[in-house]
Structures are given as structure tokens and as C-alpha cells.
């Protein structure tokens, strides 16, 4: 395929899965909002760029657009560290995309969600004052998939309660088929295959906003391509620290894991790659009433909506008999509660029983 072919179907990929968005299902003087949440890595930039291009389009063709979009990018040095300031960084989008607006969110503002209080309070057993707690909780969790498992969720919330109060309807991820395959393992690994319906299809979550994947059908060794041969380049966007994934590491999390394994698999049998999030696409959510939600990932905890007191199976009977009856803690799913370091489970560890 040459290039401008490569280019023309990559567009379209997008394009098609943004027919909901279009003028035609709009109302003139009311705009659509949805939040686009940039990383710098090839996806977001290039889900921005070709986002940019579909506006223009629809600008040049019919006076007005669809919707609007808000980017945004959460700055994550302070617990991650980073050379390059976030805000020049942003500057250097808006001067190539000038038409949006920008924002930049520090990961330590989840310290003012209301749901990190309770997580606060239930994993440290104390109410958090202000910011450190944040690098208090991530201290206490058990292993490096715990850490990277809790920090990608609550940069999750972060972006959620950011675009309820910016009026967005909707968060555009830049997940390509690659990245939601991994997602699909990681997440049954760690005991929450139970939320994949909502975690990588479109439509609405139990977050009371609606998820959208323009770039799920697309591979990410294409993403990278494309990355390269537009015009002009996104390469000097890039964010070029990212740690390279050693498998054989034992602090190695599972979502590590899941990218060096997928990277293989795509290079060699790129049809396994689709074909994993095409069938996980076939589960349907299931439909769940208000009631209580997990304090970490905020998915329902209904066991007979979700089959949450299924997931310990034979081992949670056993451990409730031999704490005296007394029960596990119920604040949290099953896959959260092996994440987090919850003082009633730590004691079972302590008393020989696993979960």
C-alpha cells in the first residue's frame, strides 16, 4: 500500500467510527463536548490529528461542526518524573492544533475526588488532609502491579470527574486493538473480567459518562506508521522516555506484561489481536441498579448482577469460617481487594488463608 492509500484508509478507520458525531445528528446552536485525553504516545497524537482533520472537514462542507473536543493531559511527574514541562508541551499542540481548547490536570488533584477519601479511609484507615496521601497510599500497596493497577484508575477517575464538570458527554480514547487486547488479559487476570463490557466497548459505564474507541480498529504497529507518514511528522510530539517493558524482571506488573506479550503476537499473527477484543466486544453489560460500588475501580458490587461473591469461590466460605464468621470487607470487588492493601484481608493472609 503507498502512502497516501495507507494515510486514506487509516482516516477512514476513525472517521467511521465517529458516524454518531456527525452534523446531520446535531442541533445547530447546541454543541456537543467530548474530552480527548492525550498521553503524547502515537495513539492520542494521532487520534487528535485525524479528530483535527474530520472538524476541518465538516467545518469546510457544512458551515458547522458535530461537536468540539477538550483535550487534556494529566501530568503524572510527581509520581512518575518527567524532564519536560507538561505545559510546553501543550503549547507546542495548540500552535499545531489551534482550534481546541487545552488543559493539564496534576494526578495529585485526585486527592479532591470525594471517592479517594473513602479509599483513603478504608485502605490506610485514616482521612486524608491533603495531597500525600496519595504517595502514602501508592507506598502501601503490595507489588508493582498494584501500584501501576491503582494509578491507572484513579488517573481514570481523574479524567472522568474532570470532563462531568467540563460538560463533556463523552471521553474519546485513543485505545487502539493492540491496547484494548491487553486490557481485555490484564483485567481478567487481576479478577475484573466481570467490568470488560464496559472497560472496552463503546456506549455508557457505570461512571455515568459514555466511553468511545475510534482507534479500536486499528493495530498498533499501524498507529506507528501513520505517526511517521503524516505531514507534518507527529514525531517531535512524542513522549520519547517512555521505559522500555522488561519481561523477565520480577517487578515486571501484569499490564507490562500484557504489552510484551501482545507485542509479539501482533507482529507475528496480527488476526489473534482483533480476534480477542472482537469476541470480548460480544459481552453484553449487564444491567445493574444503584447500589454499592467497589471504592477503587467504582464498578458495580452487586453479586447477582456481577457474580463479585462468586469470584472467591470455595476460599471465601472457608476464610469467613475460620475468622469465626466474621466477614472479608465488602468495600471493595475481588479484583480490587487483591490490589489493595485492606487491613481485614491482610489479617486473613496473616492466618494462612489466600483469596
Known amino acids: 500500500m503507498c502512502r497516501d492509500c495507507f494515510l486514506k484508509y487509516f482516516h477512514t478507520k476513525v472517521v467511521k467510527r465517529m458516524e454518531q458525531f ?9 454543541q456537543r463536548l467530548l474530552l480527548l485525553p492525550v498521553s503524547f504516545g502515537p495513539s492520542s497524537l494521532s487520534l487528535l490529528h485525524v479528530i483535527n482533520e474530520h472538524l476541518e472537514s465538516q467545518k469546510r462542507h457544512t458551515g458547522r461542526t458535530g461537536y468540539s473536543i477538550h483535550v487534556v493531559f494529566v501530568d ?25 481548547e487545552y488543559s493539564v490536570i496534576d494526578i495529585s488533584e485526585v486527592g479532591s475526588l470525594p471517592d479517594f477519601h473513602n479509599l483513603c479511609q478504608e485502605a490506610l484507615q485514616e482521612i486524608p488532609h491533603d495531597s500525600r496521601n496519595l504517595d502514602q497510599l501508592l507506598a502501601s500497596l503490595p507489588s508493582t502491579s498494584s501500584r501501576s493497577d491503582v494509578i491507572s484508575i484513579l488517573r481514570s477517575h481523574l479524567l472522568i470527574h ?13 485505545d487502539s486493538t493492540t491496547r484494548l487486547a491487553e486490557r481485555t488479559l490484564s483485567e481478567t487476570a487481576k479478577g475484573r473480567g466481570f467490568s470488560l463490557p464496559w472497560a472496552i466497548s463503546d456506549g455508557p459505564t457505570p461512571h455515568g459518562i459514555n466511553y468511545h474507541f475510534p482507534m479500536r480498529d486499528l493495530l498498533r504497529k499501524e498507529i506507528s506508521v501513520f505517526a511517521e507518514l503524516v505531514q507534518p511528522s507527529l514525531q517531535p510530539l512524542l513522549d520519547q522516555n ?3 517493558v ?15 506479550y501482545f ?20 459481552l453484553s453489560a449487564p444491567v445493574t441498579q444503584a447500589g454499592q460500588k467497589c471504592t477503587l475501580c467504582q464498578m458495580p458490587m452487586d453479586a447477582e448482577v456481577t457474580g463479585n461473591g462468586a469470584w472467591g469461590g470455595y476460599q471465601e466460605t472457608e476464610a469467613e469460617d475460620r475468622l469465626g464468621g466474621v466477614e472479608s470487607p465488602d468495600s471493595f470487588c475481588y479484583g480490587c481487594m487483591r490490589t489493595m492493601p485492606v487491613p481485614n484481608t491482610q489479617n486473613m493472609r496473616n492466618n494462612g488463608i489466600t483469596r
Open 22 to 30: 456527525r452534523v446531520r445528528h446535531s442541533t445547530p446552536g447546541k
Open 76 to 100: 503524572m511527574s510527581t509520581i512518575e518524573g518527567s524532564s519536560r514541562d507538561p505545559r510546553e508541551r501543550l503549547e507546542q499542540l495548540k500552535t499545531r492544533y489551534p482550534s481546541w
Open 162 to 174: 474532570f470532563a462531568k464538570q467540563s460538560g463533556c458527554e463523552c471521553i474519546m480514547w485513543g
Open 242 to 244: 517512555k521505559a522500555e
Open 246 to 260: 522488561i519481561a523477565t524482571a520480577k517487578t515486571t506488573s501484569i499490564d507490562a506484561l500484557m504489552t510484551q
Open 263 to 282: 507485542e509479539s503476537v501482533e507482529e507475528n499473527y496480527p488476526s489473534i489481536v482483533a480476534n480477542v477484543v472482537r469476541t470480548t466486544s460480544r
